[in-house]
């Protein structure tokens, strides 16, 4: 078929729960011809064997390769990822039961742990003592350890970490990323360049043969 191109913009990682991955799901594909869109679209670029949880790296220029076999004379176009990162999640069986107490116990954790931190950079700067210095020197008087400079900090450090974190509660202050959810991003990334290198490097990339 000439004068077919094919414009595939790979994903940089796959998560799915069946055994047959298509191409579709792996990519956004473009094509004029909406029959050849629809093919491709549907193309089995992996098969998972067995129940169990697995990883697998394939190549784009497997999976141009294919695509030629699939559609002969087309021209593929590769806009995205130079490989695909595929996993393949087994549903899990989840106890609702379980469900309030691990989110008590994650939220105990970060609740104490933080405040922990806090306290102990407190401790090691020594921050009373500086808030009692200032309170002498500005009015004259001995601090009793609770003044409107340790409240006004307080609040202005709660403020400080609801707004770097972007959020009060469930809700978003404005529409941006929280540093979280970037450094999560990042990370995720990196992960995902590091398994195709090592893929790569040890030979198990499904390439062209």
């Given at each position: 078929m000439a004068n077919v191109v094919i414009y595939v913009m790979a994903k940089q990682n796959v998560e799915a729960k069946k055994d047959e991955i298509l191409l579709g799901d792996a990519a956004s594909v473009?094509?004029?011809?909406?029959a050849v869109r629809a093919k491709a679209n549907a193309l089995c670029i992996y098969k998972f064997r067995g129940g169990q949880e697995a990883r697998?790296?394939?190549s784009m220029m497997k999976i141009i390769e294919m695509l030629t076999v699939l559609v002969p004379g087309a021209t593929v176009e590769s806009i995205g990822e130079?490989?695909?990162v595929l996993e393949k999640i087994?549903?899990?069986?989840?106890?609702?039961r379980l469900i309030p107490w691990k989110i008590?116990?994650?939220a105990a954790v970060s609740f104490f742990g933080t405040a922990f931190t806090i306290m102990a950079f407190h401790n090691d700067v020594g921050v009373s003592d500086v808030f009692m210095r200032i309170y002498e020197m500005v009015t004259g008087q001995k601090s009793s350890g609770c003044t409107a400079l340790e409240i006004f900090y307080s609040i202005g450090l709660c403020l400080g970490?609801?707004?770097?974190?972007?959020?009060i509660g469930g809700r978003r202050i404005t529409k941006d990323p929280t540093?979280?959810?970037?450094?999560?991003?990042?990370y995720e990334q990196n992960v995902n360049m590091?398994?195709?290198?090592?893929?790569?490097?040890?030979g198990k990339e499904i390439d062209v043969d």
């Open positions: 473009y094509c004029e011809d909406s697998a790296v394939i130079k490989a695909i087994p549903e899990k069986k989840y106890n609702s008590a116990l994650v970490i609801i707004i770097f974190y972007n959020h540093p979280l959810e970037v450094e999560m991003k990042i590091t398994l195709v290198e090592t893929a790569e490097r040890e």
